[in-house]
C-alpha cells in the first residue's frame, strides 16, 4: 500500500539521518578532543617551563620570589609558588597559595611512584603544578674538592640558606601560573562544540527534508505525466462525444414528428440525457483547455447581468454598495464561471426569487456574490466542492466548481463557498482590479 510504503521510507530516512548524525557528531567530538587535548599539553609544557626558569633563577637570586620579581614576565604568569612538608605545614611561600598542604588536598595517595600533577582552576584562569616528592640533597663541593667543607659554597652555586635549608625541609611544591589563552580556547570549545552539533542536527534534518521533497516532486512529475496523457484522452474523448451526440440530436427530431403523441415522452427522456451528456462534455474541454485564456479589461457587471437574463429571464444582478472597477479576465472564462454558480444556485433547492448577484469593491479589486435560499453548505463540504469530481448531487459531475476554482485562480483572483445567515449559500469570488497583478 502506498501509506505504508511512505512509512518505510519515512522511517528509513530517519535511520540514515541518525548513522549521519552519529558519524559527524563522532568525528567532530574526536576534534575538539584533539583540540583539547593539544592545548592541555601546551599548558602544561608552559608550566614546565616556568618551574625550569624559576630554578635556574636560584641561581642568582636569593629565593623565588626575588627571581619572579626580577622578571617582569613571570611576575605577570605567576600567582605563587609555596613549598610544604610532610605534614602539608608551609616552608616557603610567594603570593597567593594555601596555607597548607599534602596531596591528599589534590585527592592523590602519598604512596607509590612520584607524583607530578596539573590541576586546573578554572576560578583563577591558571594552572597548579605539583611536584612531590621535592629532593634537594647536600650542597656542592668548591671546585677542584672532592668533599664539601663546613660553611663552604661552590662558586656560582645558590646560597645554602634558601635550597639547602629552607627546601630542604620541603616535601611537596606547589606552582600556580595565569594561563588565560588556554582557558579561553576550552570555554570557546564548551560554547562552540554544541553549537556545531546543533548546527549539524539542523543540516542533517534540512538535507533529509530536501531528499524527502525531491522524492515527492518526482512522484508528482510522474503523476502529471500522467494527468496529462489522461487529459490529452478526455479531451480526445470529449471531443469525439460531440459528433454522435448530434447524430443523435438530429434523428430524435425527426422521430418527434414521425411519432405517434404516446412516445414523445421517450423521446424527452433521450433529449434530455443527450443534453446532460453534451453539457459534461463542455464542461470537461472548459476543464482540460487553458484556463487563463485572452484577459482583458472591461466591467464584470455587464457579465452578471448577461448571465442572469439568459439563465433566469430577469435582472438579478445588482451593486448595493458601490459599482465594481474594471477586472482583467477572459470574459468567456468569467461567463463560465458565473453560469456554473447560477446554475448551482438554481439547484440549491430553494426558490428562484432568492438567486441574486451581488457586485462590489473589495480589497483593491472586485467581488461578486452569487446568493440563494437554499439548503445551505457545512463547512467540510465547502472544503471539499472544488475538487474535481466531488458533487453532492445524484446527477451531478462534480466538474463545474473545479472548473470555476482553475478559471477564477488562473486570473489571479479567489473563489469561496459558504453559508449565509438566514439560510442558503453564498459564492464569493473575489477578481484583482485592471492594472493590478493577476
Known amino acids: ?85 610532610d605534614d602539608g605545614t608551609k616552608a616557603y611561600s610567594w603570593g597567593k597559595v594555601p596555607d597548607s598542604y599534602s596531596l ?3 585527592g ?11 590541576v586546573e582552576n578554572r576560578e583563577n584562569d591558571s594552572l597548579v603544578l605539583i611536584l612531590h616528592p621535592f629532593r634537594v640533597g647536600p650542597p656542592p663541593p668548591p671546585d677542584g674538592s672532592t668533599k664539601a667543607q663546613p660553611g663552604a659554597v661552590a662558586k656560582g652555586s645558590p646560597p ?15 606552582l600556580e601560573i595565569r594561563d588565560p589563552s588556554y582557558w579561553r580556547n576550552r570555554r570557546a570549545g564548551e560554547i562552540l562544540f554544541p553549537i556545531i552539533e546543533l548546527a549539524l542536527a539542523a543540516m542533517i534534518a534540512f538535507v533529509r527534508s530536501l531528499i524527502l521533497r525531491n522524492d515527492q516532486y518526482k512522484r508528482r512529475i ?3 505525466k500522467s494527468l496529462v496523457v489522461l487529459g490529452t484522452a478526455a479531451s480526445t474523448l ?40 453534451s453539457y459534461l462534455s463542455h464542461r470537461v474541454g472548459d476543464y482540460l483547455r487553458d484556463p ?11 457579465i452578471a447581468r448577461e448571465v442572469g437574463q439568459r439563465l433566469c429571464g430577469r435582472e438579478i444582478s445588482s451593486a448595493p454598495d458601490a459599482p465594481p472597477p474594471a477586472v482583467l479576465v477572459d470574459p468567456e472564462r468569467l461567463r ?22 451581488e457586485l462590489g469593491p473589495h480589497e483593491g479589486g472586485a467581488r461578486i456574490d452569487v446568493l440563494d435560499r437554499g439548503a445551505g453548505i457545512d463547512a467540510e463540504t465547502a472544503a471539499k466542492a472544488f475538487d474535481p469530481f466531488f458533487t453532492t448531487k445524484s446527477r451531478g459531475t462534480g466538474i463545474g466548481l473545479a472548473v470555476c476554482k482553475r478559471f477564477v485562480l488562473a486570473a489571479g483572483g479567489a473563489i469561496s463557498l459558504e453559508a449565509r445567515p438566514g439560510g442558503g449559500c453564498r459564492a464569493r469570488v473575489v477578481l484583482p482590479a485592471a492594472g493590478e497583478k493577476v
Open 104 to 106: 591528599s588536598s589534590a
Open 160 to 174: 645554602s640558606g634558601f635550597l639547602f635549608t629552607t627546601l630542604k625541609k620541603a616535601e611537596l611544591v606547589y
Open 336 to 357: 463560465s464561471v458565473l453560469e456554473n454558480l447560477v446554475r448551482n444556485a438554481l439547484e440549491s433547492g430553494g426558490p428562484e426569487e432568492g438567486v441574486a448577484i
Open 238 to 277: 470529449a471531443h469525439e462525444i460531440k459528433n454522435p451526440l448530434l447524430s443523435i440530436r438530429l434523428q430524435t427530431g425527426i422521430l418527434e414528428k414521425t411519432c405517434p403523441e404516446s412516445a414523445r415522452r421517450e423521446i424527452g427522456i433521450i433529449n434530455d440525457e443527450v443534453e446532460r451528456l
Open 1 to 85: 500500500m502506498p501509506g505504508n510504503k511512505d512509512m518505510r521510507k519515512s522511517l528509513a530516512s530517519i535511520g540514515l539521518a541518525a548513522l549521519a548524525f552519529g558519524l559527524f557528531s563522532g568525528l567532530n567530538a574526536a576534534i575538539f578532543k584533539s583540540m583539547a587535548e593539544r592545548a592541555r599539553l601546551e599548558s602544561r609544557n608552559d608550566g614546565e617551563r616556568t618551574l625550569n626558569l624559576l630554578l635556574a633563577g636560584l641561581r642568582d637570586h636569593d629565593d623565588f620570589g626575588s627571581a619572579i620579581e626580577s622578571v617582569e614576565s613571570l611576575r605577570q604568569k605567576v600567582l605563587g609558588i609555596g613549598a610544604y612538608a
Open 292 to 302: 487563463a485564456g485572452n484577459p482583458r479589461s472591461f466591467d464584470p457587471l455587464e
Open 222 to 224: 510522474e503523476e502529471q
Open 108 to 118: 592523590e595517595s602519598l604512596a607509590g611512584e612520584p607524583v607530578r600533577l596539573y
